[in-house]
């Protein structure tokens, strides 16, 4: 069969990796840079050198000719920036690539770290999007995360971005923390509510090798909660942030109608965006490509031209990719568009490969879209990608 899959999307979205924190929090594995209680912004001289290399890389960059759509400032804690060094990315990537007037902009920003001048400043620069980590709502929780913020502070961070106006409001919390109950999970998903954000982000604790939490706790061992407390965390989520009105349009995700992340989709859909910062992915003529992790090693990828030596995506890995990521979406995959790319054969061996989830009641094709079910498929949404990894990647 002849490999139709051709990589043609032109990038209109850009991540800018922030790697600047307070501290790390304890179940992070992130590529960041420790601050401590050193000045931020302007006043650090830290965090000046970073912005003024992530902007050298940011001019070195391919140019395709299409303006930004999308730019997510991610991290770390990029509202550690000043309004002045966001300023000078920004206006770096307007430069470059040109910002679409009608861009998703958005930020992280966290609670006790940005006071009304700053978060107004964000505003006027043109942040229109921002994801509050808020984790959770209890100061002991907080405290066993590693986390630098308390309760009080993000009531008050959420008072300034309602006083402000952002136009777009998302909070993170984590579920399956050290000591969290069923009651205690809960009652975060009312305050989360109450505080009425545009979209919630909802994401299971993975305890990862080399941090703090993968020398502390084994996984499914006390104190954290075991497996069938999490699956029963994930529903109630499901329950009460549908009922209240949100859409679960990805398996972490919640948000009003119309409020979903533009930007994240990008990655669902599997299409081509820019990175740039240290650690920093990017998708950007069928390659990816994930810069140094390390402050100096990046520094010195920069300087040198920010070479990108990697292999092209092959058409197998870009079927696997697709799935990976579309299946996280509520819509899920299109068959048609499956089988104008890879051909019809490969779109009766994925539904073949399915037949005994559809049977699980794990999936559904409705239309033509073939779709995980919601919370059931998307709750075993591994071990339906495990069997297409290994009967599709085996071909």
Not at 49 to 66: P, S, T
Request: aromatic share 10%.
């Amino acid at each position: 069969m002849v490999q139709k899959y051709i990589v043609s999307i032109i990038p209109s979205a850009a991540y800018i990796h922030v790697p600047f924190c307070r501290r790390r929090c304890f179940y992070c594995d992130f590529p960041i840079a420790v601050l401590g209680d050193r000045l931020r912004g302007e006043t650090s001289g830290t965090v000046s050198k970073y912005v003024e290399m992530l902007c050298k890389e940011i001019a070195i960059a391919l140019d395709f000719g299409q303006p930004l759509e999308t730019i997510f400032f991610g991290g770390g804690t990029p509202s550690l920036l000043s309004v002045q060094q966001l300023q000078r990315i920004l206006t770096a990537l307007k430069q470059k690539f040109d910002i679409s007037p009608s861009a998703e902009i958005s930020m992280e920003i966290d609670p006790g770290t940005f006071d009304l001048a700053h978060i107004q400043g964000y505003r006027s620069a043109g942040i229109n999007r921002v994801s509050l980590g808020v984790q959770a709502f209890h100061a002991d929780l907080l405290q066993v995360c590693g986390r630098s913020h308390t309760v009080a502070d993000i009531f008050a961070a959420v008072g300034l971005i309602h006083q402000v106006g952002v136009p777009e409001f998302s909070i993170d919390l984590i579920s399956g923390l050290p000591h969290q109950t069923l009651d205690r999970w809960q009652e975060n998903l009312e305050k989360a509510v109450a505080i009425a954000p545009t979209h919630i982000s909802i994401y299971d604790l993975t305890i990862e090798p080399g941090t703090a939490f993968g020398r502390y706790y084994k996984p499914g061992a006390a104190p954290l909660p075991t497996d069938e407390m999490t699956v029963q965390m994930y529903r109630i989520a499901q329950q009460i942030l549908t009922g209240a009105g949100y859409e679960h349009y990805e398996i972490s995700n919640y948000a009003k109608p119309g409020h979903q992340c533009r930007h994240n989709r990008v990655y669902w859909e599997n299409h081509p965006y820019y990175g740039f910062g240290m650690g920093a992915a990017s998708y950007v003529e069928g390659k990816r490509f994930t810069r140094p992790r390390k402050t100096k090693e990046y520094y010195q990828w920069v300087e040198t031209g920010c070479v990108i030596d990697c292999e092209v995506t092959s058409p197998d890995e870009i079927l696997l990719e697709t799935l990976m990521l579309g299946l996280r979406l509520a819509e899920g995959v299109s068959l048609g568009v499956l089988a104008e790319q890879f051909g019809e054969e490969k779109v009766e061996e994925i539904r073949k490969c399915c037949d005994l989830y559809f049977e699980k009641g794990w999936m559904e094709v409705v239309g033509e879209r073939l779709r995980l079910t919601d919370p059931d498929g998307f709750l075993f949404s591994n071990v339906v990608l495990a069997k297409l990894f290994a009967e599709l990647g085996s071909n």
